[in-house]
């Protein structure tokens, strides 16, 4: 019996993306330039913003988080994507596998409450910008960071510690490219009712309510930007937002429909979660790159060039 209880599995088999058969180099071509650009692009934003002085602000802390977590994020797979077309190797140790499941939640969950803690920070910014350095100061900005990260630790840690408490003691192939909670479970030999349920409550409810949470933020934004006289002042302020929303779309986006369709076609699933770890990382950096004046401007005076 005590046999039974225990994880006799010791490596599983990821079976990877479906029919892609014959396009492994293409495959691997593309998802290391998008790698290659993921680590850079998010290694240029914390230079820049650790460089110019004008960029220590609480919107550009915050940002510098959300870099770390796009850098860790891109980490979880692609290397043992990579390593798996190249080698046409299709295992994973235990450790590995367990390793993915826990920083994939840990670093979705943290990235889910930077957003919600962003929302906040343009709410503050806009509705209240005269007290904004009050409200938003470095204390305040440091305890709403170490929360995040360690809220998801522990989201982490339980949904982790679930998966794998189960016992593993038959088929060890995942349908999937990845180890994650869902296909893991299934290959368990027991009842897995508590994990699904507590995958959906802390997957499912928590990024809810912080995406509506998110959403009544922006509903008071645009009436506080509503109500401003000048247009240019109005343009200024709605700026500021562009970046956090798009952001917000990338994330939220891949995240409903996947973990809102459980029963969601696997020819839609796995490309809608192969472009929130492997592109959208890359995107971030980009998109705030792009629509950012001040971040323009360090950029220009970092590598050399004239700022207007």
Not at 55 to 61: A, N
Not at 109 to 119: D, F, G, I, P, Q
Not at 195 to 223: A, D, K, Q, W
């Amino acid at each position: 019996v005590e046999m039974e209880n225990r994880t006799v599995v010791s490596e599983f088999i990821l079976l990877g993306i479906p029919n892609t058969k014959g396009h492994e180099t293409i495959l691997f071509i593309s998802f290391l330039v998008f790698y290659f650009c993921t680590l850079l692009g998010n290694l240029f934003i914390l230079s820049v913003i650790f460089a110019d002085s004008h960029l220590h602000t609480p919107m550009y802390f915050f940002l510098c988080n959300l870099s770390v977590v796009d850098l860790g994020f891109s980490s979880i797979s692609t290397p043992k994507l990579l390593f798996n077309l190249w080698t046409k190797s299709k295992t994973i140790s235990l450790g590995g596998c367990m390793s993915q499941v826990f920083f994939s939640h840990f670093l979705a969950s943290t990235e889910c409450l930077l957003c919600t803690v962003m929302a906040y920070d343009r709410y503050v910014a806009i509705c209240h910008p005269l007290r904004y350095l009050i409200i938003m100061n470095w204390k305040v900005c440091a305890i709403l960071a170490v929360g995040t990260w360690i809220t998801s630790s522990f989201h982490a840690t339980i949904l982790t510690s679930l998966t794998f408490t189960l016992p593993y003691c038959g088929p060890n192939e995942v349908d999937y490219f990845l180890c994650d909670i869902f296909p893991v479970a299934k290959l368990a030999c027991a009842d897995t009712y508590i994990i699904e349920t507590v995958t959906f409550t802390n997957s499912g409810v928590v990024p809810m309510t912080c995406f509506l949470i998110i959403v009544l933020s922006y509903i008071r934004i645009i009436y506080s930007i509503l109500k401003i006289n000048s247009g240019k002042g109005r343009r200024k302020a709605a700026s500021t937002c562009v970046s956090h929303l798009s952001v917000v779309t990338l994330f939220f986006g891949p995240c409903a429909l996947v973990y809102t369709q459980p029963q969601l076609s696997k020819v839609l699933v796995t490309p809608v979660q192969l472009f929130g770890y492997v592109a959208t990382p890359m995107l971030n950096p980009v998109i705030y790159t792009l629509r950012n004046k001040e971040v323009k401007a360090a950029l220009r005076k970092l590598t050399g060039g004239s700022v207007s």
